[in-house]
């Protein structure tokens, strides 16, 4: 069991928006900065948010990200089936641990 | 440019060590902390813990403290996985991740670890 809860999979067709979900407690993201990563098959996680909202240089604006509270949302713009991946949202506890959510597989039809 | 150069695959059997590498360039290797991060098979990100280059100050998620060690060497910019006693359950993909603050920000290629009889 992961210590954020995100939708195990969520789907859209290209050009649509989606939004993927990040559940935590005051003790992780209440608290804390959250981070999203993109994860294609059989390759490294890759940071696409962080911070909440920044984008690292090189990420389309089509990726977004905000926090309210103990929650946190990715949303994509303008899908593309280039996108499908698995998204990963992520933060630290109060122990200066990272955690991670449980990961959503995102299907573009 | 960042970069995380991982060692290669491995094939072990229980019972047996193994220490895993990652080789870091492009920044300041001993001004950030450097994670290490397990994934199962289909399964999702663990964080299994992380040291800091300049002192080897070294955090374990409580779930593998006590079953892998996490050392560097910072004459070569390396850090370093380690097992005493590999089990078949630590079959997965294992990454280094730099971590700016507590958030991993570049990740090494990966190094699938496969235990089996």
């Known amino acids: 069991q992961s210590d954020l809860t995100q939708p195990p999979s969520v789907s859209a067709a290209p050009g649509q928006r989606v939004t993927i979900s990040c559940s935590g407690s005051?003790?992780?993201?209440?608290?804390?900065?959250v981070s999203w990563y993109q994860q294609f098959p059989g390759t490294a996680p890759q940071l696409i948010i962080y911070e909440n909202d920044k984008r690292p240089s090189g990420i389309p604006d089509r990726f977004s990200g905000s926090k309210s509270g103990t929650s946190a949302t990715l949303v994509i713009t303008g899908l593309q089936t280039g996108d499908e991946a698995d998204y990963y949202c992520g933060t630290w506890d109060s122990t200066l641990s990272a955690v991670f959510g449980g990961g959503t597989k995102l299907t573009v039809l | 440019e960042v970069q995380l150069l991982q060692s290669g695959a491995e094939g072990k059997k229980p019972g047996e060590s193994l220490r895993i590498s990652c080789k870091a360039s492009g920044y300041r290797f001993t001004t950030y902390w450097l994670g290490w991060v397990r994934q199962m098979p289909g399964k999702g990100l663990e964080w299994m813990g992380v040291i800091y280059p300049d002192d080897s100050d070294t955090r374990y998620n409580p779930s593998f403290e006590g079953h892998v060690t996490i050392s560097v060497d910072k004459s070569i910019n390396t850090a370093y996985l380690h097992w005493n006693n590999l089990d078949v359950s630590d079959s997965a993909m294992y990454y280094c991740?730099?971590?700016?603050?507590?958030?991993?920000?570049?990740w090494g290629q990966g190094t699938l670890v496969t235990v089996s009889s």
């Open positions: 005051s003790s992780d993201i209440g608290d804390n900065s």
């Open positions: 991740a730099r971590q700016d603050g507590a958030i991993p920000d570049y």
